[in-house]
């Protein structure tokens, strides 16, 4: 079931005049206000699209109707085998609002499992190779009726380290292998219900990235195949997705899955900080007066005090399209839907990029932004919000705030603390660091050990975190970081520190020239831009 209604684009792409006021941007946990060049190019989100007014006749309609398979009550027998699987923290960003989307799907799945007579079933949260979660973060998404039920010897946290409960189904026609969840393999219906937040997520990526090991992700995380993502949010022209879509068509020789997958609209942030989803030029008196408040208690605070307080926010997303069934017919659908939402019309790249950067990503929830993960968030996602063609030209510089210091979080990074102490200061090279220490760090007992026992993200992970900004590192010709509290930080990754905005643009135009283009990718919101 998709949307039924669409938004006005026709002033998303605007540019500062003479007498155009201050811009918001976001600086992690806080917020700068600043004054642009005349003549840059803001491109702003597009506002939130109206949700389905009947979420439960919604997903009924979509579990009843789906895509190039029968009925999910035509496919129940008595005595199945069922394994249900969902995000892990990742999605969404900031959190869903109670009740989580996927509590309500999984609540109607668990009323049609036992009209049949199921009673096998299994819950396996999709960590891949990210952290486990807690038990309170285990039950965010499925409620606290199915947590209570079921957990915890039926709803868990995948392990991709557990040799026991995994099984090696063979080898794609590029030789890459496919590794999954046993509980998942022997079952006789894996149901995945999925929050798609960005065009990257979903289709065959949701259980060959969440259930599987690292022998199968480390074929498509390495630092060729992703500087060869064009765009990671262009899944056509992804080399990443391309792998996946092979593991894909390989695991559907074994496995009956059907796909769950759901779209939201761009509703971020709660209703109590509306000025954060209009453009400046629209705000109230009011909103004026919130945010210039709200910009002063940020700056007066610590971290310690800051990030708590923002980790908390939950997002009032509403649904915008559910399809169900077969995993590429469902995903066509879901891209549709996103890009309905997120897509806007962008002419010719520029010079200069420039972008706040938000307080979260997907690997810091409840956590730190350390600096690996600021680079991960904007160089691996942040730039790569477009198709086509980045906003930025090839050996263009890009210029993001973020506070950068050397802050990790010991329990959910150790590994991330090794490779910015100790390899940093030898190399940042990514080919280079995938030869030398992938192995190392991914077959490391100590991080195995923290991963399975702890709450640590796997060793590899940090070095994965480092490849994602391969295409932006290979394209752009600079990278300029403002107002970072640790300018030692942001040189140890080869970025350099400026004191402010106006000195960063003085800065880029020694790689760019004297009179640059210059655009501002406004978000979030997240959006997605398609350049001509």
């Known amino acids: 079931m998709n949307v039924a209604s669409d938004i006005d684009r026709s002033n998303l792409v605007q540019y500062v005049e003479k007498d155009t006021g201050k811009f918001l941007f976001h600086h992690g946990e806080g917020f700068l206000w600043e004054t642009l060049p005349e003549g840059t190019r803001v491109v702003f989100p597009p506002p939130p699209l109206e949700g389905l007014p009947d979420v439960s006749a919604a997903i009924e309609e979509a579990l009843e ?4 398979c029968d009925p999910l009550s035509a496919q129940l027998r008595p005595g199945m085998k069922v394994t249900l699987v969902y995000d892990d923290l ?11 989307l996927r509590q309500q799907i999984m609540e109607i799945l668990l009323r049609k499992f036992a009209d049949a007579g199921i009673a096998d079933i299994h819950f396996i949260a999709a960590i891949g190779l990210h952290r486990r979660m807690t038990p309170a973060e285990l039950k965010g998404p499925v409620g606290p009726n199915v947590f209570n039920r079921f957990f915890p010897d039926r709803l868990y946290n995948h392990d991709s380290e557990d040799p026991d409960n995994l099984v090696w189904l063979g080898k794609t026609e590029a030789g890459e292998d496919v590794e999954l969840n046993r509980r998942a393999v022997e079952s006789d219906l894996v149901i995945y219900v999925n929050l798609c937040l960005t065009t990257m997520d979903g289709g065959h990526k949701s259980l060959h990235t969440g ?5 199968s992700v480390r074929h498509h995380h390495t630092p060729g195949v992703l500087a060869e993502c064009r765009s990671l949010m262009d899944p056509p022209h992804s080399a990443l997705h391309d792998s996946l879509h092979r593991m894909g068509r390989l695991m559907g020789q074994h496995l009956n899955v059907f796909h769950v997958e759901t779209s939201l609209n761009s509703a971020t942030f709660p209703r109590f900080l509306p000025f954060l989803e209009k453009q400046e030029a629209t ?14 208690l940020c700056a007066m605070s610590p971290p310690s005090l800051k990030r708590p307080v923002w980790q908390a926010l939950r997002a009032p997303y509403q649904l915008t399209g559910i399809h169900a069934g077969r995993n590429e017919a469902v ?3 879901t891209l549709e839907n996103i890009y309905r939402q997120q897509l806007v019309l962008v002419e010719g790249q520029s010079d200069i990029l420039i972008a706040g950067t938000p307080y979260l990503g997907p690997y810091n929830v409840n956590s730190i932004m350390n600096p690996i993960l600021v680079h991960n968030l904007m160089m691996g996602y942040a730039f790569n919000m477009y198709r086509n063609r980045p906003l930025v030209r090839k050996g263009g510089v890009f ?3 973020y506070p950068v210091d050397r802050a990790f979080h010991a329990g959910h990074h150790p590994s991330y603390i090794e490779l910015f102490d100790r390899v940093f200061p030898e190399t940042t090279d990514p080919v280079e660091i995938a030869e030398k220490y992938e192995e190392e760090f991914a077959t490391n007992p100590k991080y195995i050990d923290l ?6 993200f796997h060793g590899v992970h940090a070095l994965y975190m480092w490849y994602w900004g391969c295409h932006a590192r290979e394209h752009l010709g600079r990278v300029i970081v403002v107002q970072p509290r640790s300018q030692e930080a942001v040189r140890r990754m080869g970025y350099d520190p400026a004191p402010d905005l106006a000195t960063a643009m003085e800065m880029a135009k020694d790689t760019v020239g004297p009179s640059p283009s210059i655009t501002y990718y406004h978000w979030p919101p997240i959006f997605v831009c398609e350049v001509k």
């Open 65 to 68: 109707n789906p895509l190039e």
């Open 451 to 456: 991963y399975r026992n702890a709450y640590a």
């Open 211 to 215: 259930i599987s090991s690292y022998r």
């Open 283 to 296: 705000w109230s008196g009011g909103d004026k007066l919130f945010f210039h408040a709200n910009r002063w």
């Open 331 to 333: 995903h066509a659908k």
């Open 90 to 100: 990742s999605l969404s960003l900031p959190p869903m609002e109670k009740p989580d």
């Open 399 to 401: 210029i993001f705030s």
